[in-house]
């Protein structure tokens, strides 16, 4: 929630927005973290309140002694992103975004020391856990042994701001803004990792702009995981001119570079299930993508999947997209009708009803008393 906010940051903006508009099976909801952070304009309907505290503490001992502290007398303690801690007084449910235990090189040793871990104990001692994706739930069963019959599949959405239309003036102010032209350009949104092959889609973002596409631009945006250098990269193939990497945008700024763009291209291997497909997918933007195995999940056929993110693939893809309008066009429109069967009224919704599932059944008994008066 601090800091430059993505994706796990966003899930949790989006719930308190939804809940704050709406009657849910709880008095008010405590936003409990280390730091400060700020909270887009919120309803009226059920009271959002944070509570920040204990900045000064190492992270593992916020999550797994101060956190339950503080939360011992909650109804249900709600952890979304990925960590619980091993002992609390409330009943816990844990969100899980998506593992990689199938793809182990993603990270070093050192992350999947922490990370696989705790994500692990966490699933399991947890009372639920919400996965984003049946494809999740499966790995979360196969890899750390947590019952199918204790995992909720609830999936994201893209946000209200990316259904908006938006006017080609403010798109081509934007444009100008980030890319300094309004030239074309495919744009990749999400973290840097393995699985996404960035320097693939740099490789092959050279070879189409040097044969027939000279003035195609290329828009990297988001946090670089991986360490990765995209400049480098750039020069290495003849492009450091035409391709822009941005550590973050916010979501206004980013509804309007997905609005201008030819394509957005996502050459990912491995997903939970892709917030940022759904983004671009809102703002009716044709996808390029990989064949990977929440896509039919999310965007089912809407998309122009390859079978490998090789770079003749993706020029393949890249090139098919710039010289086919119809095919552009189609894709952008059907995805957009497709994005628009998932909302965050539904997700937040669905969360809620199976945190009051595990509410403690002390208060669950207050809450019917009430409701009958």
Not at 115 to 127: D, F, G, N, P, Q
Not at 168 to 193: C, M, N, Q, W
């Amino acid at each position: 929630m601090v800091g430059n906010r993505t994706g796990q940051g966003r899930h949790i903006e989006y719930l308190a927005f939804e809940w704050s508009r709406m009657d849910i099976p709880f008095d008010r909801v405590l936003l409990l973290a280390p730091r400060p952070f700020e909270l887009p304009e919120l309803g009226s309907t059920t009271e959002i309140v944070a509570d920040c505290f204990g900045a000064r503490l190492p992270l593992v001992v916020w999550e797994q002694l101060a956190l339950p502290w503080r939360a011992r007398n909650a109804s249900v303690l709600f952890c979304p992103t990925y960590i619980g801690p091993m002992s609390s007084l409330a009943p816990v449910v844990v969100a899980n975004h998506g593992i990689y235990e199938r793809i182990p090189d993603e990270f070093s040793r050192a992350q999947r020391l922490r990370s696989t871990t705790l994500h692990h104990l966490s699933a399991r001692r947890a009372r639920r856990v919400i996965a984003n994706s049946r494809n999740t739930r499966t790995d979360v069963t196969e890899f750390f042994g947590v019952p199918l019959d204790k995992i909720d599949v609830v999936n994201p959405a893209a946000n209200n701001v990316f259904f908006e239309e938006q006017a080609v003036e403010r798109v081509h102010t934007e444009i100008r803004r980030v890319l300094g032209a309004v030239d074309p350009y495919f744009i990749f949104v999400g973290k840097l990792s393995r699985r996404r092959h960035l320097p693939e889609l740099i490789e092959a973002f050279s070879i189409v702009r040097k044969n027939g596409h000279p003035t195609q631009r290329l828009l990297i945006v988001g946090p670089n995981a991986m360490q990765l250098d995209v400049a480098g990269v750039a020069r290495e193939h003849g492009v450091a001119d035409a391709v822009t990497y941005l550590p973050h945008l916010d979501q206004d700024a980013l509804a309007l570079l997905y609005a201008g763009a030819d394509a957005f291209v996502l050459p990912t291997t491995y997903e939970g299930i892709s917030q940022t497909m759904f983004e671009a997918m809102a703002s009716g933007t044709a996808v390029l993508t990989v064949e990977h195995p929440t896509l039919e999940e999310g965007a089912g056929d809407t998309v122009l999947a390859l079978r490998t993110p090789s770079v003749v693939e993706l020029v393949d893809g890249m090139r098919r997209l710039l010289g086919d309008d119809h095919l552009r066009e189609s894709l952008a429109n059907q995805g957009r009708r497709r994005a628009r069967k998932f909302s965050w009224t539904a997700t937040a919704r669905s969360t809620v009803e199976i945190l009051d599932c595990v509410a403690r059944p002390a208060d669950r008994r207050k809450r019917a008393r009430r409701d009958d008066v």
